[in-house]
């Protein structure tokens, strides 16, 4: 069983949140919520229910709401909004591995990267999703600083990871926003409006300080040590994208801080880590927990597994769905990567259902044009599953391969407190585990800017469908512009140039309109 299992459903039989943050509503950062007793008032009675309220705070980047898959925490639509499903849709669709043919308004001017504006309902989900979790985290602290509670340093901690991770979206998707923390929680005039650099800023310092106060090893899907020096390494890894200044020397300090202080390893077989059993996983350093029975979702991974099917061309049963959805497919700029499909002995290069579906995507709204990933599943990798309406696996947000791969790059971007040997022998323990060719330094060293390029590349074949991508193409400068075209890019077959304002999303008209202090991201 998995710990973790969203304990605020009975919690919530008590004490009920109801949120009226709405449509970006910024200004009411300051919510109370309606309870039937006041926070300082449950935890005063029963000092445990701290349990389920941290419990409630996790699920928020899993779950819709917390009575079932058709609540929602926020006036947005429980299917469309999930905080996870955002991060997939503007990570993973709006770049190069992955496309969407529903044609839904909003989601398919993602899936083209073309006519972005603030009215997108997809960009105003996710930001909505911030900015509810966010105020939950300070409603909580507040209280926290008046109530005595076990272990209360490390569940401060682990709230202010919660919201050190809610505002590294905001930086990474939006550069910019608000400062919202228990300081000014209450507070009814607009807040000011925060730059990149000043959420930057926030974000190292809180990190930096609950680092040491988090435990090595927590309950499964509780932030840990690992999970702040992995956000940390992330949040340095892109510093020069976010502030203007690279930080890759700390990148690699805390991705090594990852790979030598904690008790993570690689597993020995690369599905392992996206099937329904997962939670046993000794690489996953912090997952977004979804479970079939308790915690279902259609925003968790549901919506990749689902997503990802449709019984016309692949069978259900096989992946542990009872429906297909039929909207995601892989494009070339995936699949590609791994050269010849039947002939390379890459064992990720396998996670493609190719049967009666096109190499080429002519048509993104067709499903049959290009693969369905068949990396997530949900089917135990160890024993039998019966197939459930909701995915029981868990989004691995943060793994040990990764960290592997972060040092690699800090090496060969010429980081001091990295080394090409060292991230030649991690790049090939990845590239082992799935029976991939080994490389050598010089692969490293050869590749037009020393080696980057196969980094790219290298965190592709790993990585896509994790939410890293858009990010990551953003950071080797390749997201906008005509230096890289993928299927479909601007809107177009072979693909076109984008502006340079898209590598940030507008800020929806509907916060702007809600706190007058912000101001609209350039060109949109």
């Known amino acids: 069983m998995k710990n973790i299992k969203n304990k605020f459903l009975k919690l919530f039989t008590s004490f009920v949140i109801i949120c009226t943050l709405f449509t970006g509503c910024i200004n009411d950062l300051d919510t109370q919520p309606e309870i039937e007793l006041s926070l300082e008032e449950l935890l005063a009675q029963d000092p445990q229910a701290v349990e389920g309220i941290l419990s409630r705070l996790y699920g928020s980047f899993a779950l819709s709401g917390a009575a079932g898959p058709g609540s929602s925490d926020i006036s947005d639509d429980a299917g469309e909004s999930p905080f996870l499903r955002g991060i997939v849709n503007l990570q993973d669709f709006s770049a190069d591995g992955m496309k969407n043919r529903w044609g839904d308004n909003g989601l398919d001017q993602l899936t083209t990267t073309s006519n972005w504006t603030p009215e997108n309902k997809f960009f105003r989900y996710l930001y909505n999703r911030i900015f509810f979790t966010i105020p939950q985290c300070n409603n909580l602290l507040s209280i926290l600083q008046n109530v005595e509670v076990d272990n209360k340093e490390v569940i401060i901690a682990e709230v202010r990871f919660i919201r050190a991770l809610a505002n590294f979206y905001l930086i990474d998707v939006f550069g910019k926003g608000v400062i919202a923390t228990e300081e000014n929680y209450g507070q009814t005039?607009?807040?000011p409006e925060a730059t990149r650099l000043e959420l930057y800023n926030l974000v190292e310092s809180e990190l930096v300080a609950i680092e040491p106060l988090l435990l090595a090893s927590n309950s499964y899907g509780r932030a840990t040590k690992g999970a702040a020096q992995m956000l940390l390494a992330k949040l340095y890894l892109n510093a020069e994208t976010y502030t203007g200044t690279p930080q890759y020397d700390n990148a690699a300090?805390?991705?090594?801080?990852?790979?030598?202080?904690?008790?993570?390893?690689?597993?020995?077989?690369?599905?392992?880590?996206?099937?329904?059993?997962?939670?046993?996983?000794?690489?996953?350093?912090?997952?977004?927990?979804?479970?079939?029975?308790?915690?279902?979702?259609?925003?968790?991974?549901?919506?990749i597994v689902n997503g990802s099917l449709l019984a016309d061309t692949t069978p259900l049963a096989q992946f542990g769905?009872?429906?297909?959805?039929?909207?995601?497919?892989?494009?070339?700029?995936?699949?590609?990567?791994?050269?010849?499909?039947?002939?390379?002995?890459?064992?990720r290069a396998k996670l493609f259902w190719t049967a009666g579906h096109t190499y080429e995507m002519t048509d993104y709204r067709e499903w049959t044009n290009?693969?369905?990933?068949?990396?997530?599943?949900?089917?135990?990798?160890?024993?039998?599953?019966?197939?459930?309406?909701?995915?029981?696996?868990?989004?691995?947000?943060?793994?040990?391969?990764?960290?592997?791969?972060?040092?690699?790059?800090?090496?060969?971007r010429g980081s001091s407190e990295a080394d090409i040997p060292t991230a030649v022998g991690y790049i090939n323990t990845v590239r082992q585990r799935s029976k991939a060719s080994l490389i050598s330094a010089a692969d490293l060293q050869s590749?037009?800017?020393?080696?980057?390029?196969?980094?790219?590349?290298?965190?592709?074949?790993?990585?896509?469908l994790e939410g890293h991508r858009r990010t990551d193409l953003i950071r080797y400068g390749l997201f906008t512009g005509n230096t890289y075209l993928w299927p479909w890019k601007g809107g177009a077959k072979d693909g076109t140039s984008i502006p340079s304002t898209y590598n940030v999303y507008p800020i929806p008209s509907s916060a702007l309109q809600a706190n007058p202090n912000l101001t609209q991201n350039p060109g949109y």
């Open 189 to 191: 005039d607009p807040l």
């Open 253 to 303: 300090i805390f991705a090594k801080k990852v790979i030598n202080e904690g008790a993570y390893t690689l597993v020995d077989n690369f599905v392992s880590l996206f099937s329904a059993d997962n939670n046993t996983s000794t690489e996953i350093i912090f997952p977004l927990i979804a479970d079939a029975q308790v915690s279902q979702s259609f925003g968790n991974t549901t919506y």
């Open 447 to 464: 590749n037009g800017a020393n080696g980057l390029p196969f980094i790219l590349n290298e965190r592709a074949r790993e990585l896509n």
């Open 370 to 412: 290009g693969y369905p990933s068949i990396k997530f599943r949900n089917t135990n990798f160890i024993g039998s599953s019966v197939p459930t309406d909701f995915s029981g696996t868990d989004f691995p947000l943060f793994r040990l391969a990764d960290a592997y791969l972060m040092y690699a790059e800090c090496a060969v």
């Open 321 to 347: 769905a009872t429906d297909g959805w039929g909207g995601h497919r892989a494009s070339k700029a995936w699949y590609a990567l791994y050269g010849d499909l039947s002939t390379t002995t890459d064992e």
